[in-house]
């Protein structure tokens, strides 16, 4: 349970209380939507463990030197997020904006990169439906992370115009860590996309 | 709402409200004479939409008449549990009537919040007894039966009678390899919904769909299992007495899902060995090496 | 200790009725919506009760409105359509809204001291996700093709396009995906609120045990729901864009594996129906002690078995795939688990009955309700027995032996126990009484026709009659079951048509019952030490807890039979407990 704190802290974190319980709701929930994850990783494990050889006999491997791109890309607008959850902890708003603008960015970048992906692995044969489960676990799977790619560059980009309107300080910051957070999960999850589907 | 005077609590027992609805009350009429209207129309003869009670009683539950050489293992499992379930219900139907009528408002209460540990220990004692004994007969039994009947399939020396379905939208296709012991030549019969089998030889499926799942249920034999499409699956049985019974879908296929009946022909083994002369020979006649489509087996493996 | 922040009490109709964000208001939201398609869900399943009765016969008055095109002839297609639709219903849109989305946004707050939940606006976002995925689920009603079809288990490749082609039952795959959706962001709301917005002095084991059954199933919810999730998105990407997670066959190159489908179902599935019954476990346990005016008998006992039962839900679920040829080892390992299962449920049971026994039993109509959840999950539960057992499952699974077993388990004690809380809570949530006599009438015309209807089920599945089976007539070996069918029909029909006394006394009384005072079960937790109906802000002084919430008949107590969670006992009668000897023969 919350210790007490030292009054200089209670003044200064008003919103101590709220802030963890909105922290434990997110971890939560991103810990809900890594199950969701989980389950389709499930299936590529399933699929892949019963497939004689992968990629099955005549279709094309999946390219490298994109994908590593991206988990590049994607890293470093990680990097720029908690960079900028940092300075919005010590009040700096434009600082806040700058760096988030950047993640919008990069995030973007992110998503122009696998659409020349997508077209790519398409021109070299395989596509979404007629490359049975190897196409299906690819598609499917870099698909459904760029839907949440793109619902995290929404939300930055919201917060990088709610910054320019003044919303938040160093006290009331809490849909920063949220967005935050949500963008480390959506690394997180690409890494293990980049690692299962592009690597391994 | 907040201002809503503080009512005094009624004593313990009295009735908590004196509301009337005229509306429910008419319901209540009404529907009292629907249900003495149903009640007594059972009584009187029966019709297509209403049964009797006399052809409520004919048609007591009965398990389908049993021709297989392990389905009784399964029966007898089936009764040794209803007799247990049966005392423990009896047990605790008891225990809520009595508590209903003899501890009722005018009982004292017995303040117990059972977390002494005589009440843990009588709690674990009871259910751990259950456990054992109860469960614990039934997976005995089980895992040997499992052993020595339903998971022991058949092997080669035993030479059973190897059979492979094709279930498809709404219908059983059956292949025998014929005398030449293998599937997709041309001595191979192909049967749709009818199977023949003959008595005291053990019978090994393999299974598999054209379409979507479906389900292989032989309630005579007291088994079934899943065909899938793109997999296989398998299924062994022995007869034990002639007949002609029915081979049933079990797993929702489609809006015909109820028309996909079978049906399973046991003969002595003379009968069947004339059966199986006469197909190959007719199966022959139709063979036509360029459908792919008819060539549907697959080479077997026990 | 800061104090919770609450939204200012809302001033406009839509604030206060729509867009509300007051978990009351929200909670009879999802109770009212869950009612809606209870109605529904039932109606389905009379009518499928009409053809199975009366082969080929045409629907009374609804055959003439809904099924024209065949003449009021339940047709073979519209059939499949029938019992997928009730089976998703039932789950998703008539037991999670009234148990999980109704009473626990409306008790949790309340019982653990709490103003609100603690993300309010997600809570309002929860019920709204919902009304977007009933939406939808209405929508496939519309779009030509017609609705689902493949079980509410949406096996592939039934529910593929190679099974059931059409939009259709894309947007029930899309309606059921957003109801989880909805399910998990109420979930973590009540999660958080249970683990943050306790009152002081609440640990854990002060809390009802109501809390702790929602709470359960809020955990089961945030976990597992997600793996349905990902089983439809990959339905979803076999159906709308040809993917082949799930198809295949003989016209499919490299194809996936619809046991692969199965697998990430009931891992879902499985938990699910606990999900489903926790809230009622809750509640019951709860129900049982105050109207036997006794302590919850094992209480910790019972919050820890119900634990327990959480996390051996992940491990059982293979017992509904027994026949799908998986290897014996892992077959028989999951027989063994699945028993062992029963062990925690025992353990409830023991619990129950002992709270019972001895007490000072008032047979109020909550009360009558709890009895006959333990009836109905006593006889259900123990007929599971059966079917975890592989040997007889091979001729159980898929008959209508299951039906009878998970509708007695799930749909009869369910269904009971919402209704034990929906007579409970109105008082407090309506601020008036309900009609006696009209709930004593509506739970005898319940128990007895749902105990004669799927009990006859076992017995007509023990006679060999398989699922989802149109016509009774298409076997020779079931066509002499036709009056046992037909005895469930019209027993099923009896059932549906008593209800009439709930309809007309929730109706009457909601808005004309007789006001009701605070506390008149006279219990000792935190919800009824306020007004009924509570304020915008549920406490004016957020209380601070002192007992359990089963403190009846303590002996410390002198001149009432209950006690307050936040109630301090006058000193005066504070002395050295007497325990009563019990007299011989009591």
């Known amino acids: 349970m919350s210790k007490k704190m030292p009054a200089a802290v209670v003044a200064l974190r008003p919103r101590a209380k709220e802030d963890f319980s909105n922290y434990l709701g997110m971890v939560m929930m991103l810990g809900s939507w890594s199950i969701l994850f989980g389950g389709i990783f499930f299936a590529y494990a399933g699929v892949r463990m019963s497939a004689p050889t992968w990629p099955p006999p005549g279709l094309p491997k999946l390219p490298l030197a994109l994908p590593a791109a991206n988990t590049v890309i994607l890293g470093l607008s990680s990097w720029t997020a908690q960079r900028a959850l940092g300075a919005i902890r010590k009040g700096r708003r434009d600082e806040m904006q700058a760096l988030l603008g950047a993640t919008v960015v990069l995030g973007a970048l992110f998503l122009g990169l696998q659409y020349v992906l997508w077209t790519n692995v398409r021109a070299s044969g395989l596509s979404i439906d007629s490359a049975g489960t190897y196409g299906s676990v690819f598609y499917a799977l870099t698909i459904f992370h760029a839907l949440h790619v793109a619902a995290g560059v929404c939300g930055v980009s919201y917060l990088v115009v709610g910054a320019r309107f003044g919303k938040w300080n160093a006290a009331a910051h809490a849909p920063v860590r949220m967005w935050t957070m949500f963008w480390h999960f959506v690394d997180a999850v690409w890494l293990v996309t980049f690692v299962s589907v592009f690597v391994l | ?302 | 200790m800061s104090e919770q922040h609450i939204h200012p009490e809302p001033t406009t109709f839509i604030r206060k009725y729509v867009f509300s964000t007051d978990h009351k208001v929200i909670a009879q939201q999802f109770i009212w919506m869950g009612l809606i398609f209870l109605l529904m869900g039932g109606t389905m399943a009379m009518m499928i009760r009409w053809q199975l009765a009366n082969p080929g016969v045409p629907v009374p008055i609804l055959g003439k409105l809904l099924l024209h095109s065949t003449g009021g002839i339940v047709s073979p297609y519209i059939y499949t359509s029938l019992f997928t639709g009730h089976g998703a219903i039932m789950i998703f849109f008539a037991i999670t809204p009234i148990m999980i989305g109704g009473f626990g946004n409306y008790c949790i707050p309340l019982e653990i001291g709490a103003r609100d939940m603690v993300f309010p606006t997600l809570n309002m976002l929860s019920f709204w996700t919902m009304v977007i995925s009933c939406l939808v689920l209405v929508a496939s009603l519309l779009v030509p093709g017609g609705t689902a079809a493949a079980g509410w288990t949406t096996y592939p490749t039934l529910s593929t396009n190679i099974g059931t082609p059409g939009l259709g039952q894309t947007l029930v795959v899309i309606a059921l995906f957003l109801a989880g959706l909805s399910t998990v962001q109420g979930a973590v709301n009540y999660i958080t609120t249970v683990i943050r917005l306790r009152a002081p002095g609440m640990g854990y084991f002060d809390m009802p045990l109501t809390v702790w059954g929602l709470w359960l199933t809020a955990i089961l919810n945030a976990l597992f729901v997600p793996v349905l999730g990902s089983g439809l998105i990959l339905l979803s990407f076999d159906r709308l864009f040809g993917t082949h997670f799930f198809v295949t066959g003989a016209l499919v190159k490299g194809g996936g594996d619809p046991l692969l489908f199965q697998h990430l179902f009931w891992i879902f599935g499985h938990p699910e129906v606990y999900i489903l019954i926790l809230p009622v476990w809750g509640v019951v346990s709860d129900l049982l002690s105050f109207f036997a005016r006794k302590p919850a008998f094992g209480y910790k006992a019972t919050a820890l078995s119900m634990v327990v039962i959480c996390i051996l839900s992940a491990v059982v679920y293979g017992h509904h795939m027994y026949l799908t040829t998986m290897s014996p080892l892992l077959g028989e390992s999951f027989m063994v688990l699945t028993m062992i299962i029963s062990v925690p449920a025992m353990v409830l049971f023991v619990n129950w009955l002992r709270t019972i026994w001895q007490g000072s039993l008032r047979l109020e109509v909550p009360m009558l309700f709890s009895l006959g959840v333990v009836f109905v999950f006593g006889l259900g539960g123990l007929t599971g027995l059966y079917l975890a057992d592989i040997p007889q499952d091979l001729y159980l699974h898929d008959t209508y032996f299951v039906v009878g077993h998970f509708h007695l388990t799930m749909a009869a004690a369910v269904f009971l126990g919402s209704f034990a809380s929906i007579y409970y809570w109105f008082p407090k949530i309506w601020g008036r009484m309900f009609n006696n006599t009209l709930g004593k009438l509506h739970f005898w015309f319940s128990i007895v026709p749902i105990t004669i209807v799927f009990c006859t089920m076992l017995l007509v599945g023990y006679s060999g009659m398989q699922r989802r089976l149109y016509n009774v007539e298409s076997y020779d070996f079931l066509k002499r079951l036709l009056p046992l069918n037909q005895l469930i029909s019209y027993t099923a029909f009896t059932l549906f048509t008593g209800q009439i006394f709930f309809v007309s006394n929730f109706m009457y009384s909601v808005f004309r019952g007789r006001k009701a005072p605070d506390n008149p079960w006279e219990v000792g937790t935190l919800e009824w030490q306020i007004p009924s109906p509570p304020p915008h802000h549920n406490f004016d002084i957020v209380p601070t807890v002192i007992h359990g919430p089963h403190e009846f008949n303590n002996p410390m107590v002198k001149g009432k039979d209950w006690l307050a969670q936040d109630e301090v006992i006058p000193p005066e009668t504070a002395e050295a407990p007497h325990v009563e000897t019990q007299l011989a023969g009591e």
């Not at chain 2, 003495?36 to 398990?63: E, K, M, N, Q, V």
């Not at chain 2, 022991?152 to 219908?171: M, R, T």
Request: charged share 20%; glycine share 8%.
């Open chain 2, 1 to 302: 709402m907040s201002d809503t005077p503080k009512r005094p609590n009624p004593p313990p027992g009295a009735r908590s409200d004196r509301s009337r609805s005229p509306l429910a009350f008419v319901a209540a009429a009404l529907f009292t004479l629907a249900v003495a209207t149903f009640g007594l129309s059972l009584l009187g003869g029966s019709s297509p939409r209403f049964p009797s009670w006399r052809a409520i009683g004919a048609a007591a539950p009965a398990r389908p008449i049993d021709v297989s050489v392990s389905g009784h293992l399964g029966d007898h499992l089936f009764d040794f549990t209803t007799k247990g379930i049966s005392f423990l219900f009896i047990v605790m139907c008891g225990i809520i009537f009595w508590a209903a009528t003899k501890h009722g408002p005018e009982h004292k209460a017995v303040y117990d919040h059972g977390s002494s540990g005589k009440a843990l220990i009588l709690t674990a004692v009871v259910t751990l007894s259950i456990l054992f004994i109860l469960d614990g007969t039934l997976l005995y039994g089980s895992f040997v039966d499992l052993g020595e009947a339903f998971y022991n399939f058949p092997k080669e020396s035993d030479h059973p009678l190897i059979i492979e379905v094709q279930a498809q939208q709404w219908a059983w296709n059956f292949r025998y390899t014929g005398p030449d012991g293998k599937f997709n030549t041309p001595d191979d019969i192909v049967t749709l919904n009818e199977m023949h089998i003959p008595v005291g030889r053990p019978v090994f499926l393999r299974l598999t769909s054209k379409d979507v799942i479906h389900s292989f249920y032989l309630p005579n034999f007291r088994t079934k299992t899943d065909a899938f499409p793109g997999a296989q699956s398998r299924l062994w049985f022995q007869a034990t007495q002639p007949g002609v019974f029915e081979i049933g879908c079990a797993q929702h296929c489609g809006a015909n899902h109820f028309k996909m009946r079978g049906q399973i022909t046991i003969d002595t083994p003379e009968r069947y060995a004339d059966w199986e002369r006469a197909q190959v020979a007719q199966n022959q006649r139709r063979y036509d090496p360029n459908d792919v489509e008819a060539h549907w087996g697959w080479d077997w493996e026990y």
